[in-house]
């Protein structure tokens, strides 16, 4: 039982991950693309 009950924390952590890698892509694209437009 406790490990089924962990499994959806584990999942919505994953969730939050991507979400935070996601943002940090589109940041690093978003920075790299005005920088290539400045020059």
């Known amino acids: 039982m406790n490990k089924k009950d962990e499994l959806p ?7 939050e991950w991507l979400v935070a890698l996601g943002g940090l892509s589109i940041l690093g694209a978003f920075t790299v693309f ?5 020059e």
């Open 9 to 15: 924390q584990t999942g919505s952590q994953q969730d």
């Open 34 to 38: 005005s920088k290539k437009r400045e």
